[in-house]
């Protein structure tokens, strides 16, 4: 279940070991002071959801631990390729988890990957630079598909964290 909210969105979904796994995706400027330690305000925050917190207590679990922060943002290698490496997936480029683009991504430089390693071994010496060329234009590509989701939440449009995602993502940070 995913939930949007004035600050960010909430992401909740059940694992397979029957865990519940609740989310919270905001920028660090609006997050309060040592939420990782606060369960008190995590369990707050929660509360404070719309559906999340009814699905959460209708399906009967509570939330007992404070939460993990760690970073979700996008960020890319400028160039992906050298002369006799290439990167794939996650450690070529990582996307905001609303896009849902991880397991394909992962999945499609893989392939591109291969066949631009078994090009230059047979003398295509372009073939690396290649890929990460096709690689940059995924990332500009997801640039605008990003805005056009983010642009979907027209409750929130006063709020930073929506802003920020009405503009291109900075390519020099
Ligand atoms: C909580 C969470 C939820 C997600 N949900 C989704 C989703 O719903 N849909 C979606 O598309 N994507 C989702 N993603 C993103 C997706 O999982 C990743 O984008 C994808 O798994 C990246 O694949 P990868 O092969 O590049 O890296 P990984 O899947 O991270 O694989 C890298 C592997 O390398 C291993 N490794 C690391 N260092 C070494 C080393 N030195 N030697 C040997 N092995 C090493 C790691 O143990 C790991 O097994 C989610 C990610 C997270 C964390």
């Known amino acids: 279940m995913i939930e949007a909210v004035e600050g960010g969105w909430w992401y909740a979904t059940f694992l397979a070991n029957r865990r519940l796994a609740v989310n919270f995706y905001s920028d660090p400027d609006f997050m309060p002071r040592r939420l990782g330690t606060r369960l008190d ?6 509360g404070e959801t719309r559906f999340i ?25 400028e160039n992906a ?40 071994l047979t003398g295509h010496g372009a073939a690396l630079d290649s890929y990460a060329a096709r690689l940059r234009l995924g990332v500009e590509q997801y640039d605008r598909e990003r ?27």
């Open 53 to 77: 917190s009814r699905w959460i207590e209708s399906a009967g679990y509570q939330i007992s631990d404070p939460p993990r922060i760690a970073s979700a943002g996008t960020v890319w290698l």
């Open 81 to 120: 390729a050298g002369p006799d490496w290439l990167a794939v997936g996650d450690a070529a480029v990582s996307f905001d988890p609303l896009s849902a683009h991880g397991m394909t991504t992962a999945l499609w430089t893989g392939n591109e990957a291969a066949e631009a390693v078994a090009l230059a």
């Open 147 to 173: 805005r056009q989701i983010y642009a979907r939440e027209i409750r929130f449009t006063h709020h930073p964290f929506w802003q920020r995602r009405q503009k291109p993502i900075d390519h020099r940070a």
């Open 41 to 46: 305000l995590w369990q707050q925050m929660v």
